[in-house]
T-cell receptor
């Protein structure tokens, strides 16, 4: 199984550009989420989804949009990139219910210049 | 979700047991204690979780105090490949909707 796949692995953007970070999972998980990790810090939740058509904000949602049209995909959109969004982004998925663990992608390293 | 507190860093000699503590004094009855680790800048990897009882799998053991206010992750024979940041979180699981991973414990395994 591929698990959670994130693309691209690396990206450089200019300030003001837009882009979409892709996340796909093949485990039929209901829950998906996006985190960002800045140097020397833990992971902070950006947005999450409990199922297709349902999304909600996490701890640091400003500057990011998400949608969940299918169970498999959960793209993260940056509408107008800013240097403060330079970070490593991780996508995670897990099944519904209690007592389940999360599976993480390998991350997208984004630099905004 | 309950807040957890971990030491910033720890060292462990290769081949010895690594004992990583975590405090979660505000944990609620339906929250599990989860441990993940992050090697270099890879995506976090699940290690183990438990509710009340001690748990063991092929990677580690988890010891939870009777009052559930703290726990210890034990890597029985640490290797250099166990050098990583270890995160302890308290969550009902199933989505991690509002879980924020703190800064974790940086474990350095020394040859």
């Amino acid at each position: 199984n591929a698990g959670v796949t994130q693309t691209p692995k690396f990206q450089v953007l200019k300030t003001g550009q837009s882009m979409t970070l892709q996340c796909a999972q093949d485990m039929n998980h209901e829950y998906m989420s996006w985190y960002r990790q800045d140097p020397g810090m833990g992971l902070r939740l950006i947005h999450y989804s409990v199922g297709a058509g349902i999304t909600d904000q996490g701890e640091v949602p400003n500057g990011y949009n998400v949608s969940r049209s299918t169970t498999e995909d959960f793209p993260l959109r940056l509408l107008s990139a800013a240097p403060s969004q330079t970070s490593v982004y991780f996508c995670a998925s897990s099944s519904a219910g209690m007592n389940t663990e999360a599976f993480f992608g390998q991350g997208t390293r984004l630099t905004v210049v | 979700d309950a807040k957890t507190t971990q030491p910033t860093s720890m060292d462990c000699a290769e081949g010895r047991a690594a004992n990583l503590p975590c405090n979660h004094s505000t944990i609620s009855g339906n929250e599990y204690v989860y441990w993940y680790r992050q090697i270099h800048s890879q995506g976090p990897q699940y290690i183990i979780h438990g509710l009340k009882n001690n748990e063991t799998n092929e990677m580690a053991s988890l010891i939870i105090t009777e009052d559930r206010k703290s726990s210890t992750l034990i890597l029985p024979h640490a290797t250099l490949r166990d050098t990583a940041v270890y995160y302890c979180i308290a969550s009902p699981g199933g989505g991690y909707q509002k879980v924020t991973f703190g800064t974790g414990t940086k474990l350095q395994v020394i040859p």
